[in-house]
């Protein structure tokens, strides 16, 4: 958390120095798909991400956006095959397992803003780039098994900022995030919900 | 000013997310777990006939005096997991007996802060000290179960544990002082609530232990 405060920080520090530009925070809630699904399948309502915005001129913007979603499934007992650390050998164990996906994507943003700055609504089109940073915990009776890697990852979006005044809006978007296989985290797949709140330097 | 507010903002929003991370287990029957592992290249179909012996080695804290009152019920459970599956009892009277082809022992961990990856248990405790098998040599110090499967695993018995082994009775074993482990059950839980119910429990774990391993069905 200290991270994302020095960067938000720093966003702000720089604020003055730039014209035409928005830092947008926002609260998610997101549907895991796919493996992930599969893997802890239980709609979010815990997340939240950072986002800075800068135009190069009506249409455009570039940015970059920090965020973290939690998601959480109880499954019941199960029986499982697991590994204990520094053996090969699988132990077969059944107990009840209550699973965690917690995701980090770190990702540079374009958008291309459909309408100019003087409308009620200003929808956009936008692509993200970039890596999450995705963690897969299962806790077991007493034992806890933690995969975590760095994935590539991208997420298209669509949403709309609605202005309250020149300095001020808020934010309704819908993304879909993909972050690559890597090693024994599978592919990360999300469709996510974002609400929050603009502040717009012009 | 309202740079202040929405960095504020972002901290009772992060406050907001970490308050409400998810939960976990909500009571002690749900941090039950059985454990199973086996020799893989054991074949399952030579044994058919075993035998146990009629206590529970108890490895407790120092000072704590081990609980026998639920030995003959675990014992019988243990028993009968094995007659179900369609292996034959012995009883272990006389010498002249058919030597069964595996025994089968149990043991008791409580409020053992112990680490099996570091130094073996048993080396620690003295595994079963001087019991003597009426067929075999007998367990004497410096003897110990050995586990086809390394390391015997880091499991920590701060909660209680009972380890079900399945023995090969293996002539070479006086020599090496290790008897060869087939299959191991672990049925372990926190020690809370009523006997009653860690009983209870302890049971249904033990019998998830049997259920969990198909292979050793005839």
């Known amino acids: 958390m200290r991270k994302l405060l020095i960067i938000s920080l720093i966003l702000f520090g720089l604020s003055p120095l730039v014209k035409g530009q928005m830092l947008n925070l926002n609260y998610q809630m997101s549907v895991p798909i796919g493996k992930m699904n599969d893997y802890a399948g239980k709609m979010s309502f815990r997340g939240m991400d950072l986002e800075y915005h800068h135009f190069l001129n009506e249409k455009f913007s570039i940015g970059g956006m920090i965020g973290w979603n939690t998601f959480y499934k109880d499954k019941g007992k199960l029986t499982g095959d697991f590994r204990f650390k520094g053996s090969k050998d699988i132990h077969t164990i059944t107990g009840y397992q209550y699973r965690y996906i917690n995701t980090v994507p770190i990702m540079v943003m374009g958008r291309y803003w459909l309408t100019d700055q003087n409308t009620m609504f200003r929808p956009y089109l936008g692509l993200g780039l970039g890596t999450s940073w995705t963690e897969l915990k299962t806790d077991l009776g007493q034992f806890s098994a933690t995969n975590a890697r760095w994935q590539f990852a991208f997420a298209p979006e669509i949403g709309t900022i609605i202005p309250v005044n020149d300095q001020f809006a808020f934010n309704i978007g819908a993304k879909y995030t993909y972050g690559t296989k890597s090693g024994s985290v599978e592919a990360m797949q999300n469709f996510t919900i974002s609400v929050g709140i603009v502040l717009m330097g012009n | ?218």
């Open chain 2, 1 to 218: 000013m309202k740079r202040l507010l929405f960095l504020s903002f972002i901290g009772l929003f992060a406050q907001f997310l970490v308050s409400c991370y998810p939960g976990g287990a909500d009571n002690v029957e749900e941090m039950d777990v059985a454990i199973t592992n086996y020799d893989k290249n054991a074949d399952f179909t030579k044994y058919t006939t075993f035998s146990l012996p009629d206590t529970i080695v108890y490895f407790v804290a120092k000072g704590e005096t081990p609980n026998h009152e639920f030995d003959a019920q675990i014992l019988q459970l243990v028993k009968d997991n094995f007659t179900q599956l369609g292996y034959t009892y012995i009883e272990p009277t006389s010498e002249e007996d058919q030597q069964p082809s595996f025994i089968v022992t149990v043991s008791a961990f409580s409020n053992v802060n112990y680490y099996y990856g570091t130094d073996y248990w048993y080396n620690y405790w003295g595994w079963y000290p001087g019991w003597n098998w009426i067929w075999g040599p007998t367990w004497g110090p410096g003897w110990g179960p050995s586990y086809p499967w390394y390391p015997v695993t880091v499991y920590s018995y701060r909660s209680g544990s009972i380890v079900i082994d399945m023995i090969a009775t293996n002539q070479e074993a006086s020599t090496t002082k290790k008897v060869p482990v087939l299959w191991s059950g672990v049925a372990d839980g926190l020690l809370q609530g009523s006997k009653q119910s860690i009983i209870d429990r302890m049971e249904t774990t033990i019998d998830q232990c049997f259920i969990q391993s198909p292979y050793l069905k005839k």
